[in-house]
Protein backbone atom coordinates (compact mmCIF):
# COMPACT_ATOMS: atom_id res chain seq x y z
CA UNK A 1 0.00 0.00 0.00
CA UNK A 2 1.36 3.34 -1.15
CA UNK A 3 2.27 5.68 2.07
CA UNK A 4 0.96 9.36 1.45
CA UNK A 5 3.76 12.09 1.58
CA UNK A 6 3.34 14.28 5.58
CA UNK A 7 4.54 17.37 5.38
CA UNK A 8 5.63 19.19 7.76
CA UNK A 9 3.04 21.53 9.23
CA UNK A 10 1.07 18.81 9.69
CA UNK A 11 3.54 16.94 12.04
CA UNK A 12 4.44 20.56 13.83
CA UNK A 13 0.29 20.39 14.12
CA UNK A 14 -0.08 16.82 15.51
CA UNK A 15 3.01 17.20 18.05
CA UNK A 16 1.42 20.29 19.57
CA UNK A 17 -2.37 18.38 19.66
CA UNK A 18 -0.55 15.45 21.33
CA UNK A 19 1.42 17.37 24.04
CA UNK A 20 -1.50 19.50 24.82
CA UNK A 21 -3.52 16.60 25.10
CA UNK A 22 -1.36 14.80 27.23
CA UNK A 23 -0.66 17.76 29.52
CA UNK A 24 -4.23 17.86 30.00
CA UNK A 25 -4.37 14.07 30.95
CA UNK A 26 -1.52 14.89 33.40
CA UNK A 27 -3.26 17.87 35.08
CA UNK A 28 -6.79 15.69 35.03
CA UNK A 29 -4.29 13.02 36.95
CA UNK A 30 -3.28 15.55 39.45
CA UNK A 31 -6.56 17.01 40.55
CA UNK A 32 -8.05 13.55 41.08
CA UNK A 33 -5.63 10.93 42.17
CA UNK A 34 -2.66 13.00 43.19
CA UNK A 35 -0.58 11.08 45.62
CA UNK A 36 -1.80 7.69 44.52
CA UNK A 37 -0.55 4.72 42.34
CA UNK A 38 -3.38 5.69 39.96
CA UNK A 39 -1.15 9.03 39.25
CA UNK A 40 1.38 6.68 37.57
CA UNK A 41 -1.09 5.47 35.14
CA UNK A 42 -2.29 8.81 34.01
CA UNK A 43 1.40 9.83 33.53
CA UNK A 44 1.91 6.77 31.45
CA UNK A 45 -0.81 6.78 29.64
CA UNK A 46 0.07 10.64 28.55
CA UNK A 47 3.40 9.68 27.60
CA UNK A 48 1.57 6.69 25.06
CA UNK A 49 -0.88 10.22 24.08
CA UNK A 50 2.39 12.23 23.50
CA UNK A 51 4.19 10.38 21.35
CA UNK A 52 1.92 7.61 19.64
CA UNK A 53 0.20 10.33 16.56
CA UNK A 54 3.62 11.90 15.85
CA UNK A 55 5.04 8.42 15.69
CA UNK A 56 2.64 7.22 13.78
CA UNK A 57 3.19 9.73 11.11
CA UNK A 58 7.04 9.78 11.29
CA UNK A 59 6.05 5.99 10.25
CA UNK A 60 4.63 6.74 7.08
CA UNK A 61 6.90 9.49 6.15
CA UNK A 62 9.65 7.13 6.08
CA UNK A 63 7.86 4.85 4.04
CA UNK A 64 6.94 7.13 1.44
CA UNK A 65 10.67 8.93 1.59
CA UNK A 66 11.91 4.76 1.24
CA UNK A 67 9.68 4.19 -1.77
CA UNK A 68 10.73 7.32 -3.05
CA UNK A 69 14.22 6.66 -3.51
CA UNK A 70 13.71 2.81 -4.24
CA UNK A 71 12.13 4.44 -7.41
CA UNK A 72 15.17 6.54 -8.32
CA UNK A 73 16.91 3.74 -10.38
CA UNK A 74 14.03 2.89 -12.56
CA UNK A 75 13.36 7.07 -12.86
CA UNK A 76 17.08 7.30 -14.23
CA UNK A 77 17.37 4.35 -16.48
CA UNK A 78 13.96 5.33 -18.16
CA UNK A 79 15.59 9.10 -18.47
CA UNK A 80 18.34 7.27 -19.80
CA UNK A 81 16.93 4.95 -22.73
CA UNK A 82 14.70 7.99 -23.46
CA UNK A 83 17.98 10.61 -23.81
CA UNK A 84 19.73 7.39 -26.38
CA UNK A 85 16.91 8.18 -28.61
CA UNK A 86 17.51 11.52 -28.83
CA UNK A 87 15.12 13.09 -26.29
CA UNK A 88 16.19 16.10 -23.99
CA UNK A 89 15.99 16.24 -20.73
CA UNK A 90 13.08 18.32 -20.12
CA UNK A 91 11.12 15.63 -22.62
CA UNK A 92 12.67 12.50 -21.17
CA UNK A 93 11.37 13.40 -17.67
CA UNK A 94 7.93 14.23 -19.01
CA UNK A 95 7.55 10.98 -20.22
CA UNK A 96 9.30 9.68 -17.11
CA UNK A 97 6.25 11.67 -15.61
CA UNK A 98 3.32 8.87 -17.61
CA UNK A 99 4.82 5.89 -16.19
CA UNK A 100 4.77 4.02 -12.53
CA UNK A 101 7.07 5.07 -10.14
CA UNK A 102 4.96 4.88 -6.94
CA UNK A 103 4.99 8.08 -4.88
CA UNK A 104 7.91 9.71 -7.37
CA UNK A 105 5.12 9.85 -9.96
CA UNK A 106 3.04 12.49 -8.52
CA UNK A 107 6.53 14.80 -7.94
CA UNK A 108 7.60 14.03 -11.32
CA UNK A 109 4.34 15.43 -12.97
CA UNK A 110 4.30 18.49 -10.13
CA UNK A 111 7.96 19.79 -11.92
CA UNK A 112 6.66 19.01 -15.27
CA UNK A 113 3.67 21.44 -14.38
CA UNK A 114 5.75 24.25 -13.05
CA UNK A 115 8.24 23.81 -15.86
CA UNK A 116 5.32 23.80 -18.10
CA UNK A 117 4.50 27.46 -16.83
CA UNK A 118 8.00 28.65 -17.27
CA UNK A 119 10.12 27.83 -14.71
CA UNK A 120 12.84 26.60 -15.52
CA UNK A 121 14.14 23.64 -15.65
CA UNK A 122 16.90 24.45 -12.47
CA UNK A 123 14.41 26.27 -10.63
CA UNK A 124 11.91 23.10 -10.97
CA UNK A 125 14.46 20.60 -9.64
CA UNK A 126 15.75 22.67 -7.13
CA UNK A 127 12.21 22.52 -6.06
CA UNK A 128 11.80 18.80 -6.56
CA UNK A 129 14.43 18.37 -3.96
CA UNK A 130 12.85 20.85 -1.40
CA UNK A 131 9.72 18.81 -1.23
CA UNK A 132 11.39 15.07 -1.32
CA UNK A 133 13.79 16.14 0.46
CA UNK A 134 15.45 12.67 0.84
CA UNK A 135 19.35 12.10 0.90
CA UNK A 136 19.76 10.81 -2.06
CA UNK A 137 17.80 13.42 -3.91
CA UNK A 138 19.54 16.09 -2.08
CA UNK A 139 22.87 14.31 -3.44
CA UNK A 140 21.41 13.54 -6.81
CA UNK A 141 19.72 16.40 -7.62
CA UNK A 142 22.64 19.13 -7.90
CA UNK A 143 24.67 16.31 -10.22
CA UNK A 144 21.42 16.76 -12.67
CA UNK A 145 22.26 20.33 -12.94
CA UNK A 146 25.42 20.85 -13.63
CA UNK A 147 25.39 17.75 -16.09
CA UNK A 148 22.20 20.37 -17.63
CA UNK A 149 24.80 22.96 -17.79
CA UNK A 150 27.77 21.07 -19.14
CA UNK A 151 26.19 19.63 -21.78
CA UNK A 152 27.09 16.69 -24.11
CA UNK A 153 25.83 13.50 -23.43
CA UNK A 154 23.82 14.07 -19.71
CA UNK A 155 22.39 10.33 -20.28
CA UNK A 156 26.30 9.38 -19.49
CA UNK A 157 25.72 10.75 -15.96
CA UNK A 158 22.44 9.27 -14.79
CA UNK A 159 23.71 5.31 -15.84
CA UNK A 160 26.39 5.68 -13.09
CA UNK A 161 24.10 7.78 -10.71
CA UNK A 162 21.65 4.87 -11.06
CA UNK A 163 24.11 2.78 -9.53
CA UNK A 164 25.20 4.95 -6.94
CA UNK A 165 21.40 4.87 -5.85
CA UNK A 166 20.96 1.29 -6.11
CA UNK A 167 24.20 0.05 -4.17
CA UNK A 168 23.03 2.92 -1.48
CA UNK A 169 19.94 1.06 -1.27
CA UNK A 170 21.52 -2.08 -1.24
CA UNK A 171 23.79 -0.97 1.56
CA UNK A 172 20.92 0.31 3.72
CA UNK A 173 19.24 -2.97 3.48
CA UNK A 174 21.64 -4.95 4.30
CA UNK A 175 22.11 -2.54 7.59
CA UNK A 176 18.70 -3.14 8.10
CA UNK A 177 18.92 -7.12 7.90
CA UNK A 178 22.66 -6.87 10.25
CA UNK A 179 20.71 -5.00 13.36
CA UNK A 180 17.64 -6.98 13.27
CA UNK A 181 19.34 -9.89 15.54
CA UNK A 182 20.49 -6.86 17.79
CA UNK A 183 16.98 -5.10 18.01
CA UNK A 184 15.71 -9.12 18.83
CA UNK A 185 18.05 -9.16 21.24
CA UNK A 186 16.70 -5.92 23.04
CA UNK A 187 12.96 -6.91 22.96
CA UNK A 188 14.07 -10.25 24.23
CA UNK A 189 16.22 -8.85 27.35
CA UNK A 190 13.32 -6.68 28.09
CA UNK A 191 11.26 -9.15 27.91
CA UNK A 192 13.39 -11.62 30.26
CA UNK A 193 13.24 -8.50 32.97
CA UNK A 194 9.89 -8.30 33.11
CA UNK A 195 9.75 -11.85 33.58
CA UNK A 196 12.24 -11.35 36.35
CA UNK A 197 10.73 -8.97 37.99
CA UNK A 198 7.16 -11.05 37.66
CA UNK A 199 8.80 -13.82 39.42
CA UNK A 200 10.96 -11.80 42.02
CA UNK A 201 7.36 -10.11 43.23
CA UNK A 202 5.56 -13.32 43.22
CA UNK A 203 7.89 -15.56 45.32
CA UNK A 204 9.99 -13.49 47.70
CA UNK A 205 9.04 -9.54 48.35
CA UNK A 206 4.76 -10.86 49.01
CA UNK A 207 6.21 -13.83 51.31
CA UNK A 208 8.53 -11.38 53.16
CA UNK A 209 5.99 -8.40 53.39
CA UNK A 210 6.14 -6.87 57.17
CA UNK A 211 9.46 -8.84 57.95
CA UNK A 212 12.15 -6.80 59.33
CA UNK A 213 15.49 -6.37 57.56
CA UNK A 214 18.84 -5.36 58.83
CA UNK A 215 16.25 -3.29 61.18
CA UNK A 216 14.10 -1.57 58.54
CA UNK A 217 10.88 -2.91 57.41
CA UNK A 218 10.90 -4.08 53.64
CA UNK A 219 8.38 -2.20 51.52
CA UNK A 220 4.48 -2.81 50.88
CA UNK A 221 3.76 -4.57 48.05
CA UNK A 222 2.10 -1.41 46.75
CA UNK A 223 5.38 0.66 47.01
CA UNK A 224 7.19 -2.64 45.35
CA UNK A 225 4.96 -2.74 42.63
CA UNK A 226 4.85 0.93 41.59
CA UNK A 227 8.69 0.78 41.90
CA UNK A 228 8.83 -1.96 39.44
CA UNK A 229 6.50 -0.24 37.12
CA UNK A 230 8.98 2.84 36.77
CA UNK A 231 11.98 0.57 36.36
CA UNK A 232 9.65 -0.97 33.34
CA UNK A 233 8.72 2.41 31.51
CA UNK A 234 11.86 3.73 31.69
CA UNK A 235 13.33 0.50 30.67
CA UNK A 236 10.91 -0.24 27.46
CA UNK A 237 11.42 3.83 26.43
CA UNK A 238 15.11 3.70 26.21
CA UNK A 239 15.77 0.36 24.71
CA UNK A 240 13.15 1.55 22.33
CA UNK A 241 15.62 4.43 21.48
CA UNK A 242 18.65 2.43 21.32
CA UNK A 243 16.57 -0.17 18.64
CA UNK A 244 15.82 2.90 16.66
CA UNK A 245 19.15 4.34 16.76
CA UNK A 246 21.16 0.65 15.68
CA UNK A 247 17.84 0.08 12.77
CA UNK A 248 17.32 2.90 11.10
CA UNK A 249 20.29 5.65 12.01
CA UNK A 250 17.67 7.79 14.46
CA UNK A 251 16.60 8.41 17.74
CA UNK A 252 13.21 9.26 16.41
CA UNK A 253 12.70 6.08 14.54
CA UNK A 254 12.79 4.06 17.89
CA UNK A 255 10.05 5.81 19.58
CA UNK A 256 7.87 3.30 17.70
CA UNK A 257 10.00 0.11 19.60
CA UNK A 258 9.39 2.39 23.01
CA UNK A 259 5.95 2.92 22.23
CA UNK A 260 5.76 -1.17 21.69
CA UNK A 261 7.69 -2.20 24.74
CA UNK A 262 5.67 0.27 27.05
CA UNK A 263 2.36 -0.84 26.58
CA UNK A 264 3.73 -4.35 27.08
CA UNK A 265 5.53 -3.80 30.02
CA UNK A 266 2.13 -1.78 31.29
CA UNK A 267 0.23 -4.67 30.52
CA UNK A 268 2.84 -7.22 32.00
CA UNK A 269 2.49 -5.37 35.43
CA UNK A 270 -0.78 -4.61 35.26
CA UNK A 271 -2.48 -8.16 34.70
CA UNK A 272 0.57 -10.38 36.70
CA UNK A 273 1.54 -8.20 39.46
Known sequence: ???????KPLKKIVWIAS??????IILLGFFTVWGTTFF??????????????????????????RAVDEHLPDLFRSIVQAQETGMTLPRALEEASKRDYGPLTAELRKMNAQISWGMTLEEAL???????????????VPLIIEANRSGGHVEKVFDPMGKFVQSTLLIHKERR???RPYIAIIYV?????????????KSFFVDIEGLPLLGAAIMEPTEIRQLFFHMTIIQGFFGGLVAGKMSEGTVNAGLKHSIVLMVCGYLAIKFFI
Do not use: G, H, S
Open 189 to 201: AFFVFIFTIILLF
Open 19 to 24: ATLALA
Open 40 to 65: DEYVFFAIITAFTPPTVLNYVDYRWR
Open 177 to 179: NQT
Open 126 to 140: VAFAKRVNTILVQRT
Open 1 to 7: MQMPKIE
